[in-house]
């Protein structure tokens, strides 16, 4: 998963209260996604950004907000957690050549109690 | 609608046996399938893609088989070791958009 890095990797979060994940690349790639993983469900698009400046909705993207910060960083804001935020974030890099290939980071778990 | 199916979801054997999971798809157009590997607390990573035009294409002890007729793939594991233990997941770009179709996944583990 070397080129994409996400933090936090674990977060503990009361019911109402704001964080962001942070995803940084260095693979020079101009999209970037945010996934969440939840047991039983395959991948699910929360957001995702076609090319630096813009952002666009995925699946399930109430309750979050992002920012494409410049070609390298894109971030997931939750606003005001609720429980069923709760679950495991991907931050990944489509490389959007012939083969497609997805570049995962290593996730961020996050609990909201 | 687009749909990705794997089955099982899980599947335990035993160290050295081979086993074969499988991925079903209603995705269309078609153009590849990739299987990744996911181990325990870390993302997907990729194993191997199939082209539309492939049948069998081998990475190690993993061989994956891709029938575009009947829009079935599997990906069989050869003399499994324990670090196959993982989860492995099925998925499929959907042509002209910027959405991938994620199957569900199936969880080996693999016992000594």
């Known amino acids: 998963n070397a080129g994409v890095t996400q933090t936090p990797k674990f977060q503990v979060l009361k019911t109402g209260q704001s964080m962001t994940l942070q995803c940084a690349q260095d693979m020079n790639h101009n999209s970037m996604y945010w996934y969440r993983q939840d047991p039983g469900m395959g991948l699910r698009l929360i957001y995702y950004s076609a090319s630096e400046g813009t952002t666009d909705k995925g699946e399930v993207p109430n309750g979050y907000n992002v920012s494409r910060l410049n070609k390298r960083e894109f971030s997931l804001r939750l606003e005001s957690a609720a429980p069923s935020q709760t679950s495991v974030y991907f931050c990944?890099?489509?490389?959007?050549?012939?083969?497609?290939?997805?570049?995962f980071g290593e996730g961020s778990w996050l609990t909201v109690v | 609608k687009n749909q990705v199916e794997q089955s099982p979801q899980s599947l335990i054997i035993l160290e050295g046996k081979n086993c074969t999971l499988q991925?079903?798809?209603?995705?269309?157009?078609?153009?590849?399938l990739r299987w990744y590997k996911q181990d325990t607390g870390r993302g997907p990573v990729s194993l191997t893609i199939m082209t539309f035009s492939e049948n069998t294409k081998s990475n190690g002890r993993y061989t994956a088989t891709l029938d575009a007729d009947t829009k079935q793939s599997s990906l069989h594991i050869t003399a499994s070791q324990l670090s196959d233990s993982a989860s492995y997941i099925c998925v499929i770009p959907t042509s002209g958009t910027y959405k991938y179709i994620f199957g569900t996944g199936t969880r080996l583990k693999v016992l000594a």
């Open positions: 991925c079903n798809y209603t995705v269309s157009p078609f153009s590849n």
């Open positions: 990944a890099i489509p490389d959007g050549g012939l083969g497609n290939t997805i570049y």
